[in-house]
């Protein structure tokens, strides 16, 4: 919010249209920050204590999964300080709660607290303190975690792609990536491990780094 309370901190210097290509570009480069969190390959799991205001909605939005504390409230801020949010709350939030509620606390700035935020889906539980909190999402997060990283990246992506394009372009989507990515040692590791009930391990997949670094 910094970056708009204070309007010297953006160029609107020259004509109005270079002027506006500018802040258009900055507002672009503010999405990629949030967008960050819904690229990365891996699941993103936010924690959430106290108020999740204006900007903090836009990240929770980005997320794949959300748990927050009984003292949690959400509200979409920008509309009462005079500005339409514009880093991903009303691009993402109407694929996780029902579109009319989503426009009426777009439109009003309305608080939802945590026991309505569970009731419409925006979080997936309400922890009763912050130390619940952190422990249940470790351990969902370690559930995760015992899982082949292939198989979890690419339900990552197969979700995230079949929430922006129709079930036949997903499908298709699906069949190119299975028969690119689909490892067989990655099941028989499963079911070997089952047979002797104990956890599989996998190999990890390789970091990301620039695409010209070593």
């Known amino acids: 919010m910094s970056v708009f309370s204070n309007p010297k901190s953006l160029n609107f210097s020259g004509d109005r249209a270079r002027a506006a290509e500018n802040f258009r570009r900055t507002v672009l480069q503010l999405q990629d920050s949030f967008s960050a969190l819904e690229e990365v390959r891996v699941p993103v799991l936010i924690a959430i204590q106290g108020g999740c205001i204006g900007g903090g909605v836009d990240m929770v ?6 748990y927050c504390t009984e003292d949690a409230f959400f509200t979409i ?9 514009d880093v991903g709350t009303l691009q993402r939030l109407p694929h996780i709660i029902p579109q009319g509620l989503m426009r009426e606390l777009a439109y009003t700035g309305r608080k939802i607290f945590a026991a309505e935020a569970k009731e419409i889906g925006m979080v997936n539980k309400v922890f009763p ?19 082949s990283p292939l198989a979890v990246i690419g339900c990552k992506e197969m979700i995230n792609y079949t929430r922006d394009h129709t079930v036949a372009d997903s499908l298709d989507h699906m069949a190119t990536w299975q028969s690119g990515m689909f490892s067989p040692e990655e099941m028989m590791k499963c079911f070997a491990a089952k ?20």
């Open 61 to 66: 939005a980005a997320a794949d999964c959300r």
């Open 77 to 85: 801020k920008e509309t009462e300080l005079g500005m339409t949010a």
């Open 129 to 147: 303190d912050q130390e619940s909190m952190l422990a249940g999402v470790m351990e969902i997060a370690a559930d995760i975690a015992k899982n």
């Open 195 to 214: 047979a002797q009930r104990v956890a599989a391990e996998f190999e990890e997949v390789a970091p990301v780094r620039p695409p010209l670094e070593g």
